[in-house]
């Protein structure tokens, strides 16, 4: 039975294809180059036709922020915008600085990333575009900052590309490698995945680096269903962080990893902490509000999304928000939420950032199931992850197709190749198998989504203790008190 809330007049925008959507961003780079100078853009962003000069550097600005983009770290945002400030300046008094264009292109794309705010894509591009016009050859920090860019916008193959590329020119530098783990993970290339990581860590970086370096193996390590060991590199990442923005990161990375274990006092416990360092750490802000909602602290919860959203808005932040009103029975509050997905979504494409897979998402769940699966099965043949696995899998459920479903789902969840140990994907998957009338299996499936994390979702957990009850299967253990 269908338990989602379907949005009428709400749906998501289609995403151009790849050569219409090359053409749009060029479009809008043009009107925003037109409409003169957009708040931290620069006035000129190409080269005059003279000689290269030695660039004069000036006093440096933010140089916890210039190490923080070259050391592959998380930086503090006031220290992104001096730094952001001081290469502007640069730019427009050493305009054949190529080294000066790649460090304004990475922050901007830093501070989009850690902002949720793609107005500042279009600048990077322009900026890191103009920094290889000016030098072609031996500019690894442009390609970095390329790198960087592509796998903020979802573009994994041209994450890929770049990234090959810097490291190509540079070998032996550590911090080439954790954006190409990246880009493979989009792919769904978990064999380059797991030699990329093994080369990155025969590198044997600093003990500066170390930190980074721990994280990114946890990231594989999650992905992999290594749970503990995920835990164990985050853990030390965070407590050897050089900075308070990289611990904060990595502490709400730890409540991350808690939450998907179902483990509601640790999480809540990272988010808090994360935020006593940041106050407006987007990822802890949410995931604290996630915990709180669970515990029935719902007007903490609520505020705590409004402020992520009013700060940096997200538009996965406002689809979780509306399905957290829509599973509280407040229907309009969930339709605004709903609508203020499909706002930030517009405004991302518009910033060339690959939506295929959100908009699958939500049109499989609260619009045209048919439409997610068009969209879904372009995003699986340009970059076929393990989020896309799961997504197609399930929109092609919500259309009636479990047969084909049911091995997209098979492949989002085999943790021996690639898939995550994820209590949502296998909530889909045992879903899958109950329509197809495999019942021991989706039993299986659905006690062991409850395991997991019997918190996972506010819509999808009560759908599968619905079906478990259907099947004759509810788990031994009662409902949590605090579900």
Partial sequence: MDHRLSVPGTSLPAQPRRGRRRRRRRRVLLAVLAGGLVAGAVPMLTPPDEPPRKAVRPPAAGPQ????????????????????????????AQPRDAWAWAVLGSAYVERGRRTAEPADYPRADQALRTSLKVRAAKNTEAYDGLTALALARRDFPAAKRYGEQALKEAPKRWTAYPPLIDAYTGLGDYKAVQSSLDRLLALRPGAAARPAVMARASAVYRDRGWREDAVAQLTDAAAAAGTPAARAVWLAGLGQLAWERGDLPD????????????????????????????????????????????GRPDPRDAYELGELYEAGGMTRA????????????RQRIAAGVDEDLLIGRFEADHGDAGNAVRELRAEWRRQPGIEVADALGWALHR????????????????TARGGVHSAPYVFHRGMIEKGLERYATARRHLQEALRVNPYFSPLDVPAARAALRALG?????????DL
């Fill in 65 to 92: 922020a210039l190490t923080a983009l070259t050391s592959g770290m998380p930086a503090a945002l006031p220290q992104l915008a001096a730094l952001i400030g001081q290469e502007e300046r640069r730019v427009r």
């Fill in 267 to 310: 999480a809540l416990r990272h988010f808090e902490a994360a935020l006593r360092l940041d106050p407006g750490q987007r990822e802890a802000l949410t995931g604290r509000a996630r915990t709180l909602a669970v515990r029935g602290r719902m007007a903490e919860a609520f505020a705590g999304y409004r402020a992520a959203l009013a």
């Fill in 334 to 345: 969930a339709r605004t939420a709903y609508g203020q997905v499909k706002a930030l979504v």
């Fill in 399 to 414: 259309a009636g197709a479990d047969r084909q479903a049911l091995a997209y789902a098979a492949a989002a969840t085999d």
């Fill in 473 to 481: 299967g509810v788990p031994d253990e009662p409902p949590p008190d």
